[in-house]
């Protein structure tokens, strides 16, 4: 059982999955870091407005953060009653890099993430985020294969 545990989540139905397995390797009262990565042009300001440092308004930006944080509460709902304290975090960047920044701030114990089943091409074309995290976490990567409950 783990105690402080790093969950990248993107909003696919194999979120859901990894959340599921989180509440399978906790400790009681383990922190469990829920984090969503996005794009760091799509970032608006903390406050919610939709003005960027420039004061023009993006409605893209303001769509994908919003999205973002309805994943963030979602899985924060499925955590509830479950004594565990559960954080949680919206960045902006390169996920992997992102991912791997976070395990390190935060001296998780496990990452638990999914994985999209790419094709050949596709994977070549766009490169594994979880590959990227594996490649240099430094702790620990649980990769969740499950598509669907």
Known sequence: MFNKLV????????SECVVDLVTHLTSPAAT?????VVDPSYMISPDGSDDAPDGLVYP???AQTLLAQAILTQ???????????VEKA????AP???IVEQAKLLTAEIIVMGHHHLSR?????????????????????LIETRDTM
């Open 90 to 93: 919206l960045r902006g960047g």
């Open 121 to 141: 091409l596709r994977r070549w074309a766009t490169p594994s985020t979880s590959d990227g995290v594996i490649d240099r976490s430094p702790c620990p990567v």
């Open 7 to 14: 969950v990248p989540l993107d909003g696919s139905p194999q």
């Open 32 to 36: 469990v870091y829920l984090l969503c």
């Open 96 to 98: 992997a890099d992102v």
């Open 75 to 85: 899985a924060e709902a499925r955590l509830a009653g479950r004594d565990l304290v």
């Open 60 to 62: 893209a930006a303001h």
